[in-house]
């Protein structure tokens, strides 16, 4: 039997479209699927091309977004071109599923999905970020028609987050280590992958994690080039993943050699997804703890009030921008196995936007590119004697609104 036959542009189509958007999105993190049923409730077999155009932020950087869709005929993810446009107050990526065939009477429906990299692989954007993405869907039988149905939807974009728990207030240059946990935590609908989680320290200390079978293992750390430049550890490994819903615990140890300075130290975390050398890559800080580190000499105090560094709930997703100068380089520290309660998952913006730290105590960035960070964001202070460059040796907050505080990064010059 013959198919029916497609409907030309000019007949009515009769078409209506529904689409089941995610709430929200993963920073910087993997694509999430939904779908979208077009239904032809007219008497004819109708061809539909499925338009789709995401609007965010000023502060959206190339290879941004990402839309994919399943192909019906062999049921294999495919990438939706799409293309760019800067506009008066926002970015525009948009592109078009072409030659979905509906018959009379039913409903197809379309398998997608969509997500915010924030740039390629070991390329992860420096610059710019958004709080949500506007979809537009759109059918159209003849693309230079007006559309059949369109439903426009609103995704929230969250981000996965890290922190220092219960660190010590003080500390013996010489003496036993502090013990404390390093906490990463993903509650995003997105898979991340190329994820390195580090912690920064000072120069003089010494990292290690607690491995599975209860044993102490010494992480390398990860020297910048610039003089100050943050010693990282990177404590799951340099290329780590963590599912949706993933959260690891890692029980780390730091210990100050004997010629450590005495006065006040600060320890950082921060995360970096595809990142491409050490430290540069889409950001995201929590907020750093300091420790009194004692002269040597001293008695090894008792048990001291802990100080917990969560991340900030007054902070919104953006990436973090590294300037012009060099950025540190490094080789990348070696995966280490922590406890966890789920297992681990498998473009540079406007170079107008950057800048370099501040030679003055306190840290901080205004980014032209990026909504205004709300007053009730605190920026990293760098008041440390012999910190690893506080404000995590030079990266200074920056935030667009509510979520996480990502970081734009800069480095101070001597």
């Known amino acids: 039997m013959a ?55 000023v502060g959206t950087p190339p290879d941004a977004i990402v839309i994919d869709f399943r192909d019906p005929a062999g049921g294999t993810w495919k990438s939706v071109p799409l293309g760019m446009t ?34 390629l692989p070991h390329d992860g954007a420096t610059n710019g970020g958004f709080r949500s993405i506007a979809l537009h869907s759109a059918v159209v039988v003849d693309p230079h028609e007006a559309a059949q149905a369109e439903v426009t939807s609103t995704i929230k974009v969250t981000s996965i987050t890290s922190s220092l728990d219960h660190v010590p207030t003080t500390a013996v240059a010489g003496g036993a280590p502090v013990e404390f946990d390093a906490t990463l935590d993903n509650p995003t609908p997105s898979d991340y992958t190329n994820l390195g989680n580090v912690l920064f320290v000072d120069r003089s200390a010494t990292v290690q994690v607690r491995t599975a079978d209860g044993a102490w293992r010494t992480l390398d750390k990860v020297a910048g080039i610039a003089p ?15 599912r949706s819903g993933g959260k690891v615990v890692a029980r780390v140890r730091v210990s100050y050699d004997a010629k450590t300075p005495a006065g006040t130290t600060t320890l950082g975390s921060c995360v970096f997804v595809n990142e491409g050398l050490p430290f540069r890559g889409t950001t995201k800080c929590a907020a750093h703890s300091t420790i009194q580190v004692l002269p040597a000499a001293t008695k090894a105090p008792g048990p001291s009030p802990s100080s917990s560094s969560a991340p900030s709930s007054s902070s919104a997703p953006s990436a973090s921008s590294a300037p012009s100068a060099p950025v540190s380089s490094a080789p990348a520290g070696a995966a280490v196995p922590v406890s966890a ?18 030679s003055t105590p306190q840290a901080h960035v205004a980014d032209a590119a990026q909504p205004a960070a709300p007053s009730s964001v605190q920026l990293a202070s760098t008041g440390a004697d012999h910190t690893a460059g506080l404000a995590v040796g030079g990266l200074a907050l920056t935030a667009a609104g509510a979520g996480a505080l990502w970081l734009r990064r800069v480095l101070r010059r001597a």
Do not use: C, K
């Open 228 to 242: 100050d430049d943050p010693y990282g550890v990177y404590l799951q490994g340099r290329d780590s993943g963590l």
């Open 341 to 358: 309660s789920s297992p681990s998952a498998p473009a540079p913006a406007d170079p107008s936007t950057t800048s370099t730290a501040p």
């Open 86 to 119: 800067y506009t008066s107050g926002s970015v525009v990526y948009d592109g078009t599923v072409p030659g979905l065939t509906v018959p009379a009477g039913r409903t197809l429906r379309v398998d997608l999905r969509i997500g915010a990299p924030m740039g």
């Open 3 to 57: 198919a029916a036959p497609v409907a030309f542009a000019g007949e009515p189509s009769h078409t209506s479209l529904s689409v089941q958007a995610p709430a929200s999105v993963g920073f910087a993190g993997g694509p999430v699927e939904f779908t979208e049923d077009i239904t032809n409730s007219g008497q004819e077999s109708t061809g539909y091309h499925l338009e789709l155009r995401t609007v965010t932020d």
